[in-house]
């Protein structure tokens, strides 16, 4: 096992209480934790995207290769949906807040196509110095063989790490592996080692780690054998089928970029949402010292799970929405997804969310602290996302572990009280009449505050 250090993570993860998500399942809870082991220990991390500018001339930059909006917080701290600048601060702290909500442990800052305009939206989170940050560089370390001499391919490489080292590496969130800075390095691996003119950069002063374009367990150009197992995990980019090891495992929802690329574009379907569940149930048999999720923005290659939907403005080739069971769109969908899986680090089930088994029919509410089996898709509430589990650990925890309400929680509290009371839904009924709430979600929390607590 590695020695990890992430500064300032805290031991107790938050609940969703986003405004704009608020009526979504799981916004009204109370955790609920089962005894015995840890269904799993990992660190999660996840890729985050630094260089959307609305300013800027380049598609990839200015959102004009993407279909769709993102749900978000704009520079004026009103809740929108559409495109945002990275270097926003009032965006960066609502992403910050999200991404923790939902389980993260620290992000990732994508900086492999240069440092750039994203370094100083990177700058710009790592100095919140609220959330864990470590940064993946490519740039030159990309080139193919023969674009440079590899003497010049190592010096701009050495000047972006130098950038990364007198800048942020040194700061108190800067997150730690073995002793030292990590540095993610991005390149062509993928498609073999004699495709890539410095497989073996590294920097002493950095715990260098390694990812690429593709990962895909049988690519026998990923068999780390061919590096002289010189590093034993790759770190992402898109995950078509989950490389298992015991140190690191990169996890995707999908991927697409044929919309911007054409036939020079890859593509994974999301299976609506299935890819998603059934990586992260490979990722926590395995358990590793760090899953990291390829991405929480990268809005443009289609591998994001911040809350977002299709774009209207896009008419042709339209993206796919994140539709529930019911076929309602669901911004926060794999935010949810996202959450449910962390939260099973401390043991812990989510009041209002549903569960079921990876390959089994049946889907179980956590309601008032208990399971409540749900008989027909019907019966769902609109915009819930199902946390699929392995087939035995969801029988495992329903019939023997003990399951236990977290005491000084509440299913119907809004206030932060700890009493489901006429405040809690004069609070609710306030929100409904902002951002909408349809007739279940309206039921579910009349009965959450009619039960009250202890």
Known sequence: MSAWCLPGLATKRLPMMGTALLLTAGSVHADVTFDGPPVFQAEVGVWWKP???LTSDEAAKNWGNTRYDAVYVDQFGNEAVGQYSSFWIETIDDQIRQMKEAGFDFILSDLTNGFGAGGTATQLFAVRGTMPFAVALGGPLQRPVGFLPTEELDSLAQNEANLVW???AQLPNYVLRDGKPVLVTYMAYNLGIEKVPLPFWDDPRFTVERATG???ADN????????NNQWDSWWGWFSRTPIESPTEMSISPGFNTTHFRGNNGVSHDRRGGREYQDQWITAIEQDPDTIIVASWND??????????????????DPAPGWLDLNGYQTDDFYVQLTRGYTALRENQLIEGFYYGQQDGPDIYLI???????IGAVNQIR???AIIKLPNDLLTQI???RTLTTVPGTCPGDLNGDDVGDSFDLAEFFSMATAVGSSPADTLFFIDAVTAGCP
């Open 382 to 384: 609109p915009r819930s």
């Open 367 to 373: 309601e008032f602290g208990s399971f409540r089996y």
């Open 166 to 168: 007198n800048n942020m």
């Open 398 to 400: 329903r019939l023997e």
């Open 220 to 227: 026998e150009n990923l068999d780390l054998s061919n590096y």
């Open 299 to 316: 809005i443009g290659e289609e591998c994001h799970i911040e809350p977002s939907r299709p774009s209207a403005q896009t008419s042709f």
């Open 51 to 53: 260089f959307w500018d």
């Open 214 to 216: 593709m990962l895909d």
